[in-house]
């Protein structure tokens, strides 16, 4: 039997969502493409005869502009080295919880978890804090240990990856979560049959676990790709996008010519292009799932 | 019977739930704007206790005045100026740092004031300049700044050196001494690298315009930014100062008490801080100089910050008469004494608390010769440039000429729409 | 799941060592919030208090105003959590259960949008905000935060599995699909319904970028931007901001810890099922 059709009532259920999502989401989206092609700055909020069309001059500036090319290589260094980091440190820790025999197995899985809900300014006060190049606990370890002290967040070459070790550590312990799920939705008897035929845990792991993970692990890959192009929250807070713009990334150059500086024409024209490389970044990642 | 097809939302409970609470939302956002307000009041960095001190006795003064005091640190200040700018949500009345004025006035966001002619002329006259843009006063200078070298008497007198120093090579002779010899020192100097003012006043000394003449295309290949940019760079080679951002400023003041620091180029506001954190012991052994120049004793910064009225505000009287209280000699001495911040007006420069003040006189040489930046609206974000590219020069990453390129080159960007809308008055080129 | 023989306190040891490393600067942040200035002053750095203290939390709520920040941060919280749930459940539901024209397409392109970043939507949003006179409101940060496709996606998941026939019957009884909705399915979706809402509360509690934006009056800060402020202003001061981050923390991990079941469950369904 049919259900009965009443488009007007469907109408009404999804109309206040939709009108949040076209009023606050798409609007603006739209918006931003075409402030985009404007040179609108301080100049213009102060008065609209001061705004001109400028097509894709904003554009063309980005390309120009070594900023712009500090902050993409910012990111894509954070992304490079963030994301495989996070993943493995993810599949990792699921492997390990996830193994027969091992107790407190949900004890584990919350104190894992628990760094993902917490507050980022406030994990930023604490890291910051550890990581001060005299009064840190960081250089404190270090000077046990033998090493020169590092300064974590001041030196060029250690900013970022000060950064990424902040970052990893504190949402692992999401996709660690998807992770278990996924091998948790392995059927054991997979397991034992390739036991019986004398196959050994990592020749397991190769044939049964990673294949049938495959699809977990490009939801992953994904959601964390994409999350970690955004990177914004981190630099803002601890570095400034210093020392020497070696954190400046993509979205806190968009940050600060958008907020800081007001030029919202060129801002908007970053954060189009950081629309792009995402874009491109999932679809690469679909497309490899497709042949892999 | 099948009901009606369509229940408008109101009638179900969810709806007239959602009404309800945009409702309560939709008060609470307007209630600011109907009721009888109190005067807000934004100041900048540390003023704040002072402040709070200063409007109560405006407050007892005007009973049917109650003022907000919001402070804001230097590090976000002109971000959240500008946002509140954007936002229509400026504070009535706010202080301003004077290389900001032109910016605000271009946008049309602070009120012109009018001063007796008596007033006028008790102000030191480049400081009334830095907020006057063609020719109508657009804040009122509250206190001034300017970059002095604070130093230890005890470290010279101990390397040999019985003055200060005036000229650059004297300085870079005792910087050397103190870097060599004394073994217990840290740092010679002390230069952040997320501060402009050092290159720009080594630049201003050396004869440096930074911009053309009408403000329209950069200048920092010129042949006396050169020269004062490579001492600036030198101060990092030869090792006086450490390259350090200003995130990692967290123990100056201790460093400074152990005689770790010799050399310190900051401002007047550090005279009030080192009285409260140092201990008293050390009064005599610190000391201010007027800034070396690089043939006899140097220029330095017009600087400070001025109140200034918001074009927005809704009860200009009551700003304009906050801002009159804030500019009293009374006013004045009491900010100078809980902050160390320099009164703008002569007349309290002749009362016995400042002009007895040692720390002080160098300060009063000073302000004799005092250069103020380019007034562009642009300049806060040259300034930034001018950070780095000086940081990334400093740090060997690129060559000073290549720094001072890709300076110029910026800048002249960041000048484009400037050069639109005066269309006509640029007349010099950048320079290839 | 693989047998392991045998390298079970192996493993038991590395999930120790790990869940260390999570949770020490937590630890961390709670016992430099309870120094006191001499314990600090000490070298090496004390593990532990020596004379714990609570004067930089009484400092908090008497000088810097937290309790104002904590109220704003709830209020704020809710609202969104509240009006968020309420929109996007009854929008998960049309997409799951009702038929209308252009439904599948339409939630395909929802789907799709996830994956524009909010930060290109920000600028402009700032603007229209602006126009609407909501700068430095609550309003502000509601309304742009009730829209939630990820919060459609997972209603629309879990009613799926509510068998049609349920439905049905009520529509013969001659129940409207409003009715249908407060009646029948609101009941039934209480566990997604909860695990959106710890989602939600959650997400909103921690939002960083856009109250950062939007609040331009200290008396509206959220707690993560007078946490940010202070950091600024109080960098002499680690046991303050400590204790700032402590108390800014403190109501999501609790909120957490109680609901985790749903939470966690929430995020699989989602995940997992793609």
């Not at chain 1, 606050?24 to 909020?45: C, G, K, M, N, R």
């Not at chain 1, 979205?251 to 490389?277: C, H, K, P, Q, T």
């Not at chain 2, 019985?162 to 004297?170: F, H, L």
Request: proline share 6%; charged share 15%.
């Amino acid at each position: 039997m049919t259900p009965t059709q009443r488009p007007s009532a469907a109408f009404w259920l999804v109309f206040p969502a939709l009108l949040m999502t076209g009023l606050f989401f798409v609007l603006p989206i739209v918006a931003a493409l075409l402030l985009s092609f404007t040179d609108f700055d301080l100049y213009a909020l102060a008065r609209w005869d001061h705004l001109r069309l400028i097509g894709f001059e904003n554009y063309r500036h980005l390309l120009n502009d070594p900023l712009f090319f500090l902050a993409l290589k910012n990111t894509f260094y954070f992304v490079a080295i963030g994301v495989p980091l996070s993943v493995s440190a993810s599949l990792l820790t699921a492997l390990l919880i996830n193994q027969r025999g091992v107790r407190g197995q949900g004890f584990f899985r919350t104190v894992f978890f628990l760094p993902v809900v917490t507050t980022l300014v406030a994990v930023a006060v604490v890291w910051r804090y550890l990581y001060h190049p005299r009064l840190g606990l960081l250089n404190y370890v270090l000077s046990l240990l033998g090493i020169e002290p590092i300064d974590w967040l001041g030196d060029p070459q250690w900013a970022m990856p000060s950064l990424i070790i902040m970052a990893v550590w504190k949402n692992f312990g999401f996709n660690m979560v998807i992770f278990i799920a996924g091998l948790k939705s392995i059927p054991r008897r997979l397991y034992e049959a390739a036991e019986v035929d004398g196959a050994g845990a990592f020749e397991q792991f190769r044939s049964i676990t990673l294949p049938l993970l495959a699809p977990t692990f490009v939801f992953v890959g994904i959601v964390t790709l994409i999350g970690y192009f955004q990177l914004f929250a981190e630099p803002y807070v601890m570095t400034q996008g210093g020392p020497s713009g070696r954190t400046l990334s993509v979205a806190l150059l968009m940050f600060e010519e958008g907020f800081r500086w007001w030029n919202l024409g060129y801002a908007a024209a970053i954060s189009f292009v950081l629309f792009l490389i995402i874009l491109s970044g999932t679809v690469l990642q679909m497309l490899m799932r497709r042949f892999l | 019977m099948a009901q009606r097809l369509t229940i408008p939302l109101l009638r179900l409970w969810p709806g007239r739930l959602v009404a309800v609470l945009m409702g309560i939302l939709g008060l609470l956002g307007c209630s600011s704007e109907h009721q009888d307000t109190p005067l807000s009041f934004w100041v900048l960095g540390g003023e704040g206790s002072a402040v709070r001190l200063l409007v109560e006795a405006f407050e007892q003064e005007n009973p049917d005045v109650r003022v907000i005091v919001q402070q804001i640190p230097w590090s976000a200040a002109h971000e959240k100026l500008l946002t509140a700018y954007a936002g229509d949500a400026m504070p009535d009345v706010f202080e301003i740092g004077n290389t900001w004025v032109s910016e605000f006035e271009a946008l049309g966001a602070v009120e012109s004031l009018t001063l007796s002619a008596r007033e006028k002329e008790d102000f030191f006259s480049g400081i009334l300049d830095s907020s006057t843009v063609q020719g109508r006063l657009m804040a009122k200078p509250w206190y001034i700044d300017t970059r002095l070298l604070f130093y230890r008497r005890d470290l010279l007198s101990r390397a040999g050196f019985d003055a200060p120093p005036t000229t650059w090579s004297e300085w870079i002779l005792m910087m050397e001494t103190l870097r060599d010899r004394d073994a217990g020192l840290i740092k010679a100097l002390i230069a952040p690298l997320g501060e402009w003012q050092l290159p720009v006043i080594l630049g201003l000394q050396s004869g440096a315009t930074l911009l053309d003449a009408e403000g329209c295309f950069g200048r920092f290949q010129s042949a006396s930014f050169r020269v004062a940019f490579h001492v600036y760079i030198e101060l990092y080679d030869k090792g006086f100062a450490p390259l350090m951002g200003d995130a990692q400023m967290t123990s100056l003041y201790q460093d400074f008490a152990a005689g770790r620091i010799a050399f310190y180029v900051t401002g007047p506001w550090n005279i009030g801080e080192f009285h409260r954190r140092l201990p008293p012991s050390l009064e005599s052994l610190w000391a201010t100089a007027v800034m070396p120049g690089p043939t006899g004793p140097g220029a330095s910064l017009a600087g400070g910050s001025s109140l200034a009225v918001s074009a927005s505000s809704r009860q200009k009287d009551k700003a304009l008469a906050l801002v009159e209280f804030m500019t009293r000699t009374k006013s004045l001495l009491t900010l100078y004494q809980m902050t160390g911040d320099l009164p703008p007006k002569r007349s309290v420069w002749s009362d016995p608390i400042l002009s007895a003040s040692p720390p002080l006189e160098a300060f009063r040489r000073q302000l004799d010769h005092v250069i103020a930046t380019p007034k562009v609206p642009e300049w806060e974000q040259i300034a930034s440039k001018i950070i780095l590219y000086a940081e990334r020069s400093a740090r060997h990453e690129m060559t000073e000429e290549a720094a001072l390129l890709a300076l110029d080159h910026d800048v002249d960007r960041l000048l484009s729409k400037r050069r639109w809308l005066l269309s006509g008055t640029c007349h010099q080129g950048a320079v290839p | 799941m693989r047998d392991f023989k045998g390298g079970g306190l192996l493993i038991h040891v590395i999930l120790v060592a790990a869940a260390l490393l999570a949770l020490f600067p937590f630890f961390w942040m709670v016992s430099v919030s309870l120094m006191t200035a001499e314990d600090m002053a000490l070298f090496p750095p004390p593990l532990m208090p020596v004379h714990p203290t609570l004067q930089h939390y009484q400092a908090l709520f008497d000088e810097l105003a937290m309790g104002r920040y904590l109220l704003n941060s709830t209020l704020i919280a809710l609202g969104v959590t509240i009006s968020s749930l309420l929109i996007n459940s009854m929008a998960g539901y049309a997409f799951a259960k009702l038929h209308f024209r252009g439904r599948d397409s339409l939630f395909r392109l929802l789907l799709a949008m996830m994956v524009i970043p909010s930060q290109a939507a920000m600028l402009p949003l700032f603007l229209m905000i602006k126009e609407l006179g909501l700068i430095n409101t609550y309003a502000g940060i509601i309304m742009p935060g009730m829209s939630s496709v990820f919060g459609i996606f997972l209603i629309r998941q879990y009613l799926k599995s509510v068998p049609d026939s349920l439905l049905d019957a009520a529509r013969i009884d001659g129940a409207g699909e409003f009715r249908i909705y407060r009646s029948l399915i609101l009941p039934l979706s209480k566990p997604v319904l909860v695990s959106l809402a710890v989602f939600t509360f959650m997400g909103s509690w921690n939002d960083f970028m856009w109250p950062l934006i939007i609040l331009s009056q200290e008396d509206r800060y959220t707690l993560p931007v007078a946490l940010a402020n202070l950091m600024g202003e109080h960098v002499q001061d680690p046991q303050l901001m400590m204790a700032g981050a402590v108390l800014t923390i403190l109501p999501v991990v609790v909120l957490f810890l109680l609901l985790q079941r749903y939470y966690l469950e929430g995020l699989v369904a989602g995940g997992v099922k793609d």
